[in-house]
């Protein structure tokens, strides 16, 4: 019902910076919250940030909060990921996602909401 179109990863150097973006189509954008997700070799899904629909209440896990920022310009169907201060620990895959449009911040805030996902793209953070 949504498609999820990522961009902005890379090779980076540790302590530099990357902004990922996801443009998504297919449906009105400020019905959907949205979020991403990353995946290290080896382990699995990291639930990293959230944004509620009309971007007025974000979420962030411990591990990139400070770092990291989540916004959106729902004008541009676009959601945004700013990585600062990366580490050699967040490389990984990265993924925008969307919700299904009806659940509430409380749900929207956890992995098991979101059903639409980006293609997925690699960030490798060098020493």
């Known amino acids: 019902q949504v498609q999820l179109v990522e961009s902005g990863g890379g090779l980076v150097q540790a302590g530099g910076s990357l902004r990922h973006s996801c443009a998504a189509s297919?449906?009105?954008?400020?019905?959907?919250?949205t979020g991403w997700v990353r995946q290290a070799p080896g382990k699995g899904c990291e639930f990293l940030a959230a944004?509620?629909?009309?971007?007025?209440?974000?979420y962030y896990a411990d591990s990139v909060k400070g770092r990291f920022t989540i916004s959106r310009d729902n004008a541009k169907n676009t959601v945004y990921l700013q990585m600062n201060s990366l580490k050699p620990d967040d490389t990984a895959v990265y993924y925008c996602?969307?919700?299904?449009?009806?659940?509430?911040?409380?749900?929207?805030?956890?992995?098991?909401?979101?059903?639409?996902w980006g293609q997925g793209t690699q960030v490798t953070v060098s020493s």
């Open positions: 996602a969307a919700d299904a449009g009806g659940t509430t911040w409380s749900v929207a805030r956890t992995l098991v909401a979101y059903h639409y």
């Open positions: 297919g449906r009105t954008f400020s019905s959907y919250a």
């Open positions: 944004i509620s629909k009309s971007g007025a209440n974000t």
